[in-house]
């Protein structure tokens, strides 16, 4: 990781025939990249080229203010275990603060919204303790499940890190989240809270979650109640834009490439889709694996299809300012299990974990609609997203105002990796074929480790540290530049 005292410097360019580094893609991935370079140009002299086909910088990382919202279309949460993303945050003078201890949440089940909460009131607790004996949704099963899968985790918490992945390879069997589950009679904890966590946090179903990113996700996510998460005063936002102004400079955005060019299977530069012919000595390939594997069509067949294998789930989020809460005093969220006559799958209420995310007495709620629910709405204008989807939270929400401050729709066809069982291995074993198979090539991205914001901003930090030392030693193993 860089220090503190490293951050980039504008002031010497290097010399124009000084070895180059291109990134593709400026998502989290890419702009770690990119900072790193930056913060490394001092030593290495190297050029530093972004290429962003969209006209925004920051991917999934998507941040906008709207009416003095700080309203966010993706990544929302920064988890303590994120050391490399709190890092950068605080090389980037982004101030951190911790969300709430108190957590609370309301599950929908018959009818009506059973209340859930951590570290709240004495009647809270009474709350909770009524849902867990009472709510159609909770079992003693269940219950008991869960105990049993919270001693399997905690057994094994030390390997389940966002941070370094690698400890946890051997839990990647192969398996499906719900095939784990099966396995270790896990059923009735899985119907009565894991599957809506999952739905949550990575829209999408345990079927489709593999089992090592599934205890990953349930462990430091919900199912330890130590667990805690970060963010910006402003949101998420704030670290995005400060990623983006520094690495401003070097980012190109409205240039899509097409082609990521191997000669004699080293990687020698790109071709933008306007045809331009971009020489570097080496790549950066920070997108997702789909298009990863689009624009790489002479890597070898079978490392090609490890990036075909990576799968994603889709959701659609819409962001609503408001003038009032609409959720239950002291509830962040209302979750519709699977099977609700609902086509929601969570509403939550963002300005009660960032505060300055809405301006004072104002509140900032998103709605999420996952999988098929989702591309059905991707096809509809935002007026319309945004019309059926208020519609939809006024028969759960009795205040939700039939004409918001403002709604926002952010439409994500590829959302959360999710990382389906065997991934982690095989990724890492394509990454590590790749030195041979194709020099001066790096993958940056969240598929290539635990998917996360963390996953995919030490991967941009990583490949950068991997593609200095790859020009250093092509330069004769002199100091690059010298
Ligand atoms: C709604 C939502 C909520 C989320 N919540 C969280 C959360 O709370 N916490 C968390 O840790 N993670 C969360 N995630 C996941 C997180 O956002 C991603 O894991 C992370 O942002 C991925 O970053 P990336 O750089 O790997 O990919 P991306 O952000 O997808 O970046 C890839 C970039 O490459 C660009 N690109 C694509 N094709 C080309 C091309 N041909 N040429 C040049 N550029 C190209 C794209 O435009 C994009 O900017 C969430 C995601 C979504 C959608």
Redesign the pocket.
Same mark, same amino acid.
């Given at each position: 990781m860089v220090g503190p005292d490293t951050r980039p410097t504008r002031n010497q360019e290097p010399r124009p025939n000084a070895p180059s580094v291109l990134v593709?893609?400026? /998502?989290? !991935?890419?702009l770690a990249a990119a900072w790193t370079l930056a913060a490394r140009r001092q030593d290495s002299n190297c050029r530093i080229q972004v290429?962003?086909?969209?006209d925004r910088?920051?991917?999934?990382?998507f941040c906008e203010e709207v009416d003095g919202f700080h309203v966010y /279309?993706? !990544?929302?949460?920064?988890?303590e275990s994120?050391a490399t993303t709190r890092a950068l945050a605080r090389e980037l003078d982004v101030e951190l603060r911790p969300g709430p201890r108190k957590k609370g949440g309301q599950g929908y089940a018959n009818g009506r919204f059973w209340g859930l909460y951590v570290g709240g009131s004495f009647r809270q607790t009474l709350t909770t303790l009524r849902t867990m004996l009472f709510s159609p949704q909770h079992s003693l099963g269940g219950n008991l499940e869960f105990m049993r899968l919270f001693s399997m985790l905690r057994k094994r918490s030390e390997d389940l890190d966002f941070e370094d992945h690698s400890r946890m390879l051997d839990l990647d069997t192969g398996q499906s989240f719900a095939e784990f589950a099966r396995a270790n009679s896990l059923g009735r904890y899985l119907r009565q809270a894991g599957e809506l966590d999952l739905n949550c946090f990575a829209?999408a179903s345990s079927e489709q979650v593999g089992a090592a990113y599934g205890m990953a996700l349930l462990w430091l996510w919900t199912v330890n109640p130590a667990t805690r998460s970060y963010l910006p005063r402003q949101g998420i936002g704030a670290l995005a834009k400060a990623l983006a102004d520094a690495c401003a400079g070097f980012i190109r955005t409205s240039?899509?490439?097409?082609r990521i060019v191997l000669e004699d299977g080293r990687a020698r530069g790109v071709v933008t889709a306007s045809g331009e012919s971009i020489r570097a000595d080496a790549v950066i390939c920070?997108?997702?694996a789909s298009?990863a594997a689009r624009?790489m069509p002479q890597l070898p067949g079978e490392l090609r299809a490890v990036l075909d294998r990576v799968s994603y789930s889709a959701?659609c989020?819409i962001a609503f300012g408001l003038d009032a809460n609409i959720l239950a005093e002291g509830s962040h969220a209302g979750l519709f299990p699977p099977g609700s006559p609902t086509f929601l799958t969570m509403v939550t209420n963002l300005a009660a974990t960032t505060p300055d995310a809405a301006p004072s007495g104002k509140t900032l709620v998103h709605a999420l609609v996952i999988g098929q629910q989702a591309q059905a709405l991707f096809a509809l204008s935002d007026d319309e997203v945004a019309r059926r989807v208020v519609a939809e939270m006024r028969r759960f929400f009795p205040a939700m105002p039939e004409r918001p401050r403002f709604a926002k729709v952010?439409r994500?066809p590829?959302?959360?990796?999710l990382s389906p069982g065997g991934m982690l291995n095989a990724v890492h074993e394509l990454r590590a074929r790749l030195h041979e198979c194709a020099p001066g090539l790096f993958l940056?991205?969240?598929?290539t480790r635990l998917?996360?914001?963390?996953?995919?901003m030490k991967?941009?930090v990583e490949a950068t540290e991997a593609s200095l030392s790859y020009v250093a030693s092509a330069a004769g193993g002199a100091k690059v530049g010298s």
């Open positions: 593709v893609g400026a /998502g989290a !991935a890419g290429l962003e086909a969209s910088i920051g991917g999934r990382m /279309g993706g !990544a929302s949460v920064i988890h994120f829209a240039t899509p490439v097409e920070a997108t997702t298009t624009i959701c989020n952010y994500w590829e959302a959360i990796c940056a991205g969240d598929y998917p996360s914001l963390n996953g995919a991967s941009g």
